[in-house]
C-alpha cells in the first residue's frame, strides 16, 4: 500500500455541510475517510453510504459493543452499506460474533484496545487491573484469536503489537500529530514517519488536517512524510 492507501482522514466536525466541505477541499489527495459519533449523529451514515458508492474508503468507527445477537445483526448491514473498516471494542465475545457475521465479506473488523485518550490512571479508575500496554497486548491476542482483520492501538504500542499478529493484520493508529503541532486530548501520540516505522498500517489524522488554514497543504505534507518513511 501506498501512502494515500494508509492515511485515514477523520472527519470528526459537527455537521455535514464541513465534512462535505472537507472532503471536496481535499478531493482526490485523500482515498479514505473515517466517520465517527459525532457525525453519524448529523447524518453521517447516508454521508458514509454516499462517499462509498463515489470510491472512497470508508472507517465507520462506531466501537460496537453489545450482546453478541444484537452485534451479528449490526455487523451484517453494515457489510451491506459498503463500508471498509469498522470498529468494536476488543471483547472476546463481541469479536467472534462480528467475524462471523462478516464472514465472506470485504469488511476489515478492528478490535479497540485502549482509547488513546487514556493512561494508567484512567484504566486504574474505570476498574481495570492492568497498565495500558498490558491491556493492549492482551486485548490483541485475543483479537488474533478471534480473526479479526485488525486492532487499533496507540503508535507507542505498535512495534509489540506487531510481533503478536504478524504481517498481515491491520494496526489502526489514532493520535497523529505531525511534529510541533498540538497534542489536544490525546495523552500518547506519535509522528506520522515514527508510527509507520513502528509497525503501524493506516494512520488515522483528524484535527491537524481538517482544523488546518490549508486542509490540502497539511494533508499533502502528512502524506510525503508517509512517502518518505515507507521508501
Do not use: W
Not at 473498516?85 to 469479536?95: D, G, I, Q, V
Not at 495500558?132 to 488474533?144: F, G, K, N, S, Y
Not at 493520535?175 to 498500517?201: E, H, N
Amino acid at each position: 500500500m501506498n501512502a494515500r492507501e494508509r492515511l485515514i482522514v477523520g472527519l470528526d466536525v459537527p455537521t455535514l455541510g464541513e465534512a462535505e466541505k472537507i472532503v471536496s477541499t481535499l478531493g482526490d489527495n485523500v482515498l479514505f475517510y473515517k466517520i465517527g459519533y459525532q457525525l453519524v449523529f448529523a447524518g453521517g451514515l447516508e454521508f458514509a453510504r454516499e462517499l462509498a458508492q463515489s470510491g472512497k474508503k470508508i472507517f465507520l468507527d462506531m466501537k460496537l459493543l453489545d450482546i453478541d445477537n444484537t452485534i451479528a445483526s449490526g455487523v451484517e448491514n453494515i457489510v451491506k452499506m459498503g463500508m471498509s473498516m469498522l470498529t468494536l471494542h476488543a471483547y472476546p465475545k463481541a469479536m467472534r460474533a462480528a467475524v462471523e457475521a462478516a464472514k465472506g465479506s470485504d469488511l476489515c473488523l478492528l478490535g479497540v484496545t485502549v482509547l488513546t485518550s487514556m493512561d494508567e490512571q484512567d484504566l486504574t479508575a474505570a476498574g481495570y487491573e492492568y497498565d495500558p500496554h498490558t491491556l493492549v497486548l492482551r486485548r490483541a491476542e485475543q483479537a488474533l484469536a478471534a480473526g479479526m482483520g485488525g486492532i487499533v492501538c496507540s503508535a507507542e504500542e505498535s512495534s509489540a503489537v506487531r510481533k503478536i499478529v504478524g504481517p498481515n493484520m491491520a494496526i489502526v493508529t489514532p493520535g497523529i500529530r505531525p511534529a510541533g503541532s498540538d497534542k489536544g486530548d490525546q495523552k500518547r501520540v506519535m509522528t506520522p514517519a515514527d508510527a509507520l516505522k513502528a509497525g503501524s498500517s493506516h494512520l488515522v489524522v483528524a484535527r491537524p488536517i481538517v482544523k488546518a488554514p490549508d486542509p490540502k497543504d497539511a494533508a499533502r505534507a502528512i502524506l510525503a512524510e508517509m512517502d518518505a518513511a515507507l521508501r
